[in-house]
């Protein structure tokens, strides 16, 4: 499969966080929207933006966090209304998804990918070099 058709997919993926209750990393499978990838075809690294539920209104970043309203975009297969975390991107390994896609914003709600990719392309234009 060329993995350039992966950039737009949201999909699941491991993602590891600190459980305060345990006091150890533990892994949770958390939407990912893929942004980019490292090459064409076969197994890679690919470029990714969490998607999040946040439930402390403070630790929403008005600057680079998109809210995604399940019931405008209802055609993705999230539980809850959310965030696309612009300023949080991360790098998983392509065998690290789930098989099968939530969706696609970049085909389905074009206006919204431009949306997230203009505030990710906001928040790296401010590292400094």
Known sequence: MNNTRLIGEVRGSRFPY???NTQQIEFKNRPV???NCEKEYGPCDLT????????RKQNIDLTYDV???VTTYNKLSLNRNCFCRTSKVSTVYSRELTASTMGNIKIEYPKLYNE????FKLFTDKIKP
Do not use: G, W
């Open 48 to 55: 990714v933006l969490p998607i999040s539920t946040i439930p």
């Open 18 to 20: 600190f459980n305060s």
């Open 33 to 35: 929207l893929i942004i």
């Open 67 to 69: 809210p995604i309203d």
């Open 116 to 119: 997230i990719i203009t505030k």
